[in-house]
């Protein structure tokens, strides 16, 4: 009796191993567009988007369009939200323009998508508001999505 008590326990904590337990791999994504000049609002803040439908996104593309037709140079702009899903991060606005909001590795483990988003640009001298973006398409899921900066 002893030995089935010590095997469960041992398979129980075997099996209730923690997310950040497991090693990550790598998510694979395309870009879809990439600039500095997302219609400034003065925002403080970074914004971070999961899109998982047609509804979201024909919102992100008309923000996106209103004041120059920015979706004109988007790689793909059709997205088929049954198997897609799209990552925005647009960065708060700068002064100067040079600057990059960039998503440099998306990972997952059990339960997570993790996405990594640095600033590999941080401008220069030329006094012009700015606002980077960065927008990715990566295979859909229900995982919860977490951003690292």
Same mark, same amino acid.
């Given at each position: 009796?002893?030995?089935?008590?010590?095997?469960?326990?041992?398979?129980?904590?075997?099996? /209730?191993?923690?997310?950040?337990?497991?090693?990550?791999?790598?998510?694979?994504? /395309?870009? $879809?567009?990439?600039?500095? /000049?997302?219609?400034?609002?003065? /925002?403080?803040?970074?914004?971070?988007?999961?899109?998982?439908?047609?509804?979201?996104?024909?919102?992100?593309?008309?923000?996106? =369009?209103?004041?120059?037709?920015?979706?004109?140079?988007?790689?793909?702009?059709?997205?088929?939200?049954?198997?897609?899903?799209?990552?925005?991060?647009?960065?708060?606005?700068? =002064?100067?323009?040079?600057?990059?909001?960039?998503?440099?590795?998306?990972?997952?483990?059990? =339960?997570?998508?993790?996405?990594?988003?640095?600033?590999?640009?941080?401008? =220069?001298?030329?006094?012009?508001?700015?606002?980077?973006?960065?927008? $990715?398409?990566?295979?859909?899921?229900?995982?919860?999505?977490?951003?690292?900066?």
């Amino acid at each position: 009796m002893k030995r089935i008590i010590l095997l469960f326990s041992i398979l129980l904590a075997l099996t /209730s191993c923690e997310n950040e337990d497991l090693p990550n791999s790598d998510v694979q994504y /395309s870009l $879809i567009a990439k600039g500095d /000049s997302f219609p400034n609002d003065e /925002s403080l803040a970074p914004i971070h988007l999961i899109i998982k439908d047609q509804k979201a996104w024909d919102k992100l593309i008309a923000e996106m =369009n209103v004041s120059t037709n920015l979706s004109k140079d988007f790689k793909e702009i059709n997205i088929d939200f049954s198997k897609y899903q799209v990552i925005a991060v647009i960065d708060k606005t700068q =002064n100067t323009e040079g600057h990059s909001i960039d998503i440099v590795e998306i990972t997952e483990n059990r =339960n997570t998508i993790i996405v990594k988003v640095e600033r590999l640009k941080s401008g =220069n001298s030329t006094l012009k508001l700015s606002r980077p973006y960065d927008i $990715i398409k990566t295979d859909k899921t229900d995982k919860k999505v977490i951003f690292e900066q």
